[in-house]
């Protein structure tokens, strides 16, 4: 199956950028409990994988507080516009706008945490994991959300999950266990399905130690 392709990811996005927060509306529950698994504290800095327009981004400075940073990457101008206008209106100083593909993204400061909320053409990227856990500190906390393909017994389904993911990435490659490539960097990592097995939630922490 292909890679993940940053120029259609741009093409996609753009279309959906203006509909994108109502659009988002149904998964904020997981959203939420996405973010509560990383297990934020005052003073921390967490990257907002793939950002979006920010809709994350309240959540996680309510945990990370005036001490704590937020990083957001994002490669669509469209949706980085719309960040940022949030960031602005909110008077928020404590979040780093970064307008890349997440391979090439310069990230500023060491991590405490990541988030991977719907990011899986990321996920799926090699390099983009790289470049993410090169700036992680040891034992960095990590959760991620997103679709799968539904369990085998559920195979017809898949037919309208292919349907809601194909807006939203590039390559259906690794829907059956997103987070496998993501477990290659981490010491610990635990999922459950959600979503009526269509998606998933996951958790874990990044290597106390380089191998």
């Known amino acids: 199956m292909s890679a993940p392709d940053p120029q259609r990811a741009r093409e996609l996005y753009r279309a959906h950028a203006a509909g ?3 659009s988002a509306a149904r998964t904020m529950p997981l959203r939420r409990r996405t973010i509560a698994a990383l297990g934020l504290r005052p003073g921390d800095t967490v990257l907002d994988v793939a950002c979006g327009t920010g809709l994350s981004f309240a959540l996680l400075r309510e945990a990370v507080g005036e001490t704590g940073h937020v990083v957001g990457v994002e490669l669509s101008p469209e949706m980085l516009a719309l960040a940022q206008r949030r ?3 909110a008077g928020w100083h404590n ?3 970064i307008r890349a593909a997440m391979e090439d993204a310069v990230i500023p400061r060491p991590l405490d945490a990541v988030l991977f909320n719907f990011t899986h053409d990321v996920l799926r ?3 983009a994991l790289a470049r993410i856990f090169a700036a992680a500190r040891p034992g960095v906390r990590v ?3 997103g679709m799968k393909w539904a369990p085998w017994w559920m195979a017809p389904v898949n037919l309208v999950v292919r349907a809601q993911a194909r807006p939203y990435m590039t390559t259906f490659e690794g829907l059956d266990r997103p987070w496998s490539l993501l477990e290659r960097h981490l010491g610990s990592f635990q999922w459950r399905p959600v979503l009526f097995g269509t998606g998933y939630i996951g958790w874990g922490k990044g290597r ?4």
């Open 20 to 22: 994108y927060d109502a």
């Open 87 to 89: 960031c602005a209106a």
């Open 95 to 97: 979040v780093t706008l």
């Open 125 to 127: 990227s090699p390099p």
């Open 143 to 145: 959760a991620a959300a």
């Open 208 to 211: 106390t130690a380089p191998e």
